[in-house]
């Protein structure tokens, strides 16, 4: 996908994605696409659960055209298509038919689906009605296994783009029983929930990876096999290796909850003296310095805190983000800092 293509896409959060299934998938069929890991297939079960209706799925990877149109069969003296169960079921009742993968599907496949997805036939046969039809993939930006989609497909779906929300996230993890040391870190560190897929394969930090590595330990230490070693391999396994790397060091710190960002700020002692989560809890504040959200800040305090870290830790946080502390107030302690550097 070329540049101009990615910068159009308007993007939904999966919460506004499951409202808009439950509102108008019974009449207008919707394509999600995003990342891999991102939550696709499980925004679709929990909307057809809460609109309590059966969900019956399809991966587009592993069907082939008469598990959608049906075989034929003999009635008197012409064929008739019978379509699959799990498409048409005895049961007249409305459900979800998820197409999953959709964009992996051979073009053949696709084809299959046209009436499908725009007039909810099978051939002669229609859907119950009431009956929801969506369908998710991967984007060719994810290196993914995906086809080019016709345009009569796509013509005939709802293209929506999803984005991770950290905080839908969060509310999501508690009520799953993700752990809280994920949490806490997601909290302080939200790029970490989604990281750009890697140019070669190798595992990369999504919030399905971040799920069942929490699913993993919680195992592996109700086993009693938890250990530094086991630790790191099941990390470094699912994410990507700097969030790895972070959360091993927070891990094998044991420095208890993290405070709020804002609280390190106003009060520069309660930074870790360890080097790893000293360097995690900087980072943290420039990333919020980047993205502006340490506004409420007076200037003051911002001063204050800078004065009082050492000479490189002001550097660590000042590098490529001198303007946006200086939007902060910050341009006195940044001229010391200065001063001091150039031994001026």
Excluded at 96 to 120: G, H, M, N, T, V
Excluded at 210 to 218: H, K
Aim: with cysteine; aromatic share 6%; hydrophobic share 45%.
């Amino acid at each position: 996908m070329d540049k101009a293509h990615a910068a159009s896409e308007e993007t939904i959060t999966l919460k506004q994605a499951k409202k808009l299934v439950q509102c108008m998938a019974h009449e207008q069929s919707f394509l999600f696409l995003s990342a891999p890991g991102v939550g696709k297939s499980e925004m679709v079960y929990q909307a057809a659960k809460e609109a309590g209706i059966a969900c019956r799925s399809l991966l587009g990877t592993q069907i082939a055209p008469e598990d959608v149109c049906g075989i034929p069969r003999i009635i008197g003296e012409r064929s008739v298509f019978c379509p699959p169960r799990a498409l048409l079921p005895e049961n007249p009742e409305p459900f979800c038919l998820f197409l999953d993968e959709l964009p992996a599907c051979a073009p053949d496949i696709q084809k299959a689906f046209y009436s499908l997805l725009l007039e909810r036939r099978l051939g002669e046969h229609a859907l119950p009605a009431g009956t929801w039809v969506v369908a998710a993939g991967n984007r060719q930006q994810d290196r993914a296994l995906v086809r080019s989609m016709s345009s009569a497909l796509v013509n005939r779906v709802t293209v929506m783009h999803l984005r991770v929300d950290p905080a839908e996230w969060q509310d999501w993890a508690a009520r799953n029983g993700v752990r809280a040391d994920i949490r806490n870190l997601i909290s302080l560190l939200p790029d970490a929930l989604m990281r750009p897929v890697p140019a070669e394969p190798a595992p990369f930090s999504t919030p399905r990876a971040w799920a069942l590595m929490s699913r993993a330990l919680d195992m592996a230490q109700s086993s009693g096999i938890l250990t530094r070693e086991t630790r790191r391999a099941l990390a470094f396994g699912r994410l990507s290796a700097e969030d790895a790397a972070v959360y091993c060091a927070l891990a094998e710190e044991a420095i208890g909850p993290i405070q709020p960002v804002e609280c390190y700020v106003e009060e520069p002692e309660l930074l870790p003296d360890a080097a790893a989560t000293r360097w995690f809890i900087l980072d943290c504040i420039r990333q919020h310095v980047r993205d502006g959200k340490l506004k409420n800040l007076k200037p003051r305090t911002v001063n204050r805190f800078l004065r009082r870290l050492p000479t490189e830790n002001q550097l660590t946080l000042l590098t490529s983000l001198v303007e946006q502390w200086g939007a902060l107030g910050a341009d006195r302690s940044m001229f010391e800092i200065l001063k001091k550097v150039t031994a001026l």
